[in-house]
């Protein structure tokens, strides 16, 4: 068949791609910045991608006639704006519209689980995209999942983070409601089978593991599974916002995550439509060995998809192109070179595990303490790290930058700041290969926003001399495994 996926960049869409590949169907990914997808050559044979934005209808022209089934894989579930719920309303009729003009057959829309009269904001606003969607005439199946559990999704690593960072815990509330979670795993084999699937045209399914926890069982049962033994106790004084709050400072969830998981932790999201267990009989994974599953994926170093692909900014998205090249006017510039004698591969790995757990190359400890700074500020902070340990691909959290260019090819890397700023901020790197050595550049880019800017440049000027030079020294000279932080070896520092 051939299959529209929407939302290909995304946690979903990125796991369901190689699996819908593998049943031999053909796709067409619909995405806002081709740039952003990454696949491998031997997928790119039976994938079409086609540039669109679901908010703006003319640029859906591209979606071709002769797709099967198309997955409304979109969600706003951490976005920052306040509108999100009209957002929603308007790129699912766009999105329906569209459709409508081709020979599509079944539309699969994954959902939240919606059995509460006394929904939060985020589970109402795709209660109304349902709605949305049927409303195009073409056949419709919904699977409503709870919380989803696996590598790299939020609620896995909200978990963790709790689990793993306090030992005692004093928690809201809603600590005591129950979920009914369920793996990855499972979701993207429902979501599989449903495809063509006659009988399930026109239904709408609750899916979800075989265990109803309380929010604080999960806990429990997650410490469990790493060796932890962890206490906790529930108070009722912590409001929405405390509790969003709560969530923010001690998680490496944005706020408006945070705020938009509590708000919808006081709905119960309990399976009561288990029709599927009689269309597509299929044992799910337990609670802990989900979780399970998730490690083994973080230890293989294998994860394929984390809720931190999702941009912060939704304007850098729409403008991808205009963020990609080093902004020459009205910009404040650190330029530092170095020059090696060693294998430039060597150093081309030293730049690609930059962040997370290796850190910035010098002054880690400052890099922490901007990073706390940005969390009190609103920002993400540092906590995001990176999906996979060696390797970067445009689209990518790295802490709190955003990878934009990530070409091994030509030697280069460009990052853009998503850590709160009076203005924009890049970070590049780029290796000129000479001789049995080379040079490594180091570009530090900041377009101030006015003079509150200018004043931020030059206050921490003297931070940023001492940690840009030591980084790019450092990185040329780093040797993974040598018992030492780092190790020196001939070059010339060129800055």
Not at 59 to 76: E, K, N, Q, R, T
Not at 276 to 294: D, F, G
Not at 375 to 396: F, H, M, Q
Not at 453 to 465: A, E, K, N
């Amino acid at each position: 068949m051939k299959v529209l996926l929407t939302g290909a960049n995304g946690y979903i869409g990125k796991r369901l791609l190689p699996v819908l590949l593998e049943a031999g169907h053909e796709i067409v990914c619909l995405v806002r910045n081709p740039d952003r997808m990454a696949i491998t050559p031997s997928q790119k044979s039976r994938t079409e991608i086609v540039r669109g934005d679901l908010l703006d209808y003319d640029s859906l022209s591209g979606i071709p006639d002769d797709i099967d089934v198309a997955f409304y894989l979109v969600h706003s579930m951490g976005n920052t704006v306040k509108d999100f719920a009209n957002l929603e309303q308007i790129c699912a009729g766009n999105f329906a519209r569209a459709v409508k003009q081709t020979r599509l057959k079944q539309i699969v829309y994954l959902s939240g689980i919606v059995n509460d009269d006394n929904l939060s904001p985020h589970l109402r606003s795709r209660f109304g995209v349902e709605q949305i969607l049927r409303e195009s005439g073409i056949h419709l199946t919904v699977l409503r999942a709870g919380i989803i559990i696996g590598s790299g999704s939020a609620s896995f690593e909200i978990v963790r983070d709790l689990v793993e960072k306090l030992p005692v815990m004093i928690a809201p509330k809603w600590i005591n409601n129950r979920s009914q979670p369920i793996a990855i795993y499972d979701v993207i084999y429902y979501l599989k089978k449903v495809i063509g699937n006659a009988a399930c045209y026109g239904k709408i399914f609750d899916i979800g593991g075989p265990d109803i926890l309380r929010y604080k069982e999960m806990l429990h049962s997650f410490a469990k599974v790493r060796g932890f033994k962890r206490y906790i106790f529930s108070v009722p004084v912590l409001t929405p916002r405390l509790s969003s709050y709560w969530l923010y400072f001690v998680t490496s969830t944005s706020f408006s995550l945070a705020r938009s998981l509590v708000d919808s932790l006081k709905n119960e999201v309990i399976c009561q439509n288990d029709e599927i267990k009689e269309l597509i009989p299929h044992e799910c994974l337990s609670y802990e060995v989900a979780v399970e599953r998730a490690f083994s994926k973080i230890a293989e170093n294998a994860v394929v998809s984390s809720w931190k692909d999702a941009w912060v900014s939704g304007t850098l998205d729409a403008k991808y192109h205009d963020y990609i090249q080093l902004p020459q006017y009205g910009c404040l510039k650190d330029k530092r070179s170095v020059s090696f004698k060693r294998n430039p591969l060597e150093v081309l790995d030293n730049i690609w595990s930059v962040g997370g757990e290796r850190g910035w190359y010098s002054q880690n400890w400052l890099w922490k303490i901007r990073g706390y700074i940005d969390k009190i500020a609103g920002g993400v902070g540092l906590r995001r790290g990176r999906t996979n340990k060696d390797s970067l691909k445009p689209g990518d959290a790295l802490d709190f930058w955003r990878v934009l260019l990530a070409d091994k090819k030509n030697m280069r890397i460009l990052l853009y700041a998503e850590m709160k700023l009076p203005g924009e901020a890049w970070l590049e790197f780029k290796i000129e290969p000479q001789g049995m050595g080379g040079i490594l550049h180091q570009n530090a880019t900041f377009r101030p926003n006015g003079l509150l800017g200018r004043l931020y440049w030059y206050s921490i000027y003297p931070v940023h001399s001492l940690v840009f030079r030591g980084m790019v020294r450092n990185m040329a000279q780093y040797i993974p495994g040598n018992g030492q932080q780092f190790e020196r070896t001939a070059m010339n520092v060129l800055d």
